[in-house]
């Protein structure tokens, strides 16, 4: 069946880059996302990377597809006390369904 | 303002009493979802819904059901809740299925079972 796995924490300074992890099983994966959640809130879609993309940059966010590897990153750039959160990885298949990940809570310190 | 409601917010109850927890969406979306959030295990969807009168089980619908009589409603409903239910629901809709297409989340309804 599909699993989507991440790791729980990152914490990361002020300035720096994070890079948030994700693997996935589904082969038939078509669209992947990652979404962001504050605290006390619901999703927000950040970005998202069609399967047969391998990379997608969006001003301070890039996202890098290994199909191979059925693995996908989210680095954030120059990583701000906003940018705290928890980051959930996502797949869309062909099916209806969506499958989402464990979540990483990012913590950023001064 | 484009959004996704969710009515409660919070709520607290006791096992056994049937509760509905209500959701609406004001952007014509087709599709609509339900989720539930534990520490630990992210997002699994409980049920969606392409589109009016066609509702699907998602990965966990035991103990929860669904209608969608109008487009913009998708009430969910636990007719004897149990404390395994206790957790973070959220809402979601997009404007057709999940390919391609950004899911708004609804604010998130807490719910505890005692």
């Known amino acids: 069946g599909e699993d989507v796995e991440q790791s729980l924490f990152l914490s990361v300074r002020e300035g720096d880059s994070s890079v948030i992890n994700c693997t996935y099983t589904d082969s038939s994966s078509t669209y992947l996302y990652w979404y962001k959640q504050e605290p006390g809130a619901g999703l927000q879609l950040l970005t998202y990377i069609f399967s047969n993309m391998d990379m997608k940059q969006d001003q301070r966010l890039t996202v890098l597809l290994n199909k191979k590897d059925k693995h996908l990153s989210l680095r954030i750039a120059d990583t701000q006390t906003g940018d705290s959160a928890i980051y959930f990885c996502a797949e869309s298949t062909n099916t209806d369904k969506l499958i989402f990940g464990t979540g990483t809570r990012l913590q950023v310190f001064p | 303002e484009a959004q996704v409601t969710q009515n409660p917010r919070y709520l607290i109850t006791v096992t056994g009493k049937k509760l509905t927890v209500t959701c609406s969406q004001n952007?014509?979306?087709?599709?609509m979802s339900w989720y539930r959030q534990d520490p630990g295990l992210g997002l699994r969807q409980i049920y969606y819904?392409?589109?009016?009168?066609?509702?699907d089980k998602g990965d966990v619908p035991e103990g929860y059901k669904v209608s969608r009589k109008e487009k913009r409603n998708f009430p969910l409903i636990l007719e004897s809740p149990s404390p395994n239910q206790t957790s973070l629901y959220f809402c979601?809709?997009?404007?057709?299925?999940?390919?391609?297409?950004?899911?708004?989340f609804g604010p998130g309804t807490r719910l505890t079972v005692t």
């Open positions: 952007m014509n979306h087709e599709y």
């Open positions: 979601a809709s997009s404007l057709f299925s999940t390919g391609g297409y950004e899911q708004y």
């Open positions: 819904s392409m589109n009016v009168e066609v509702t």
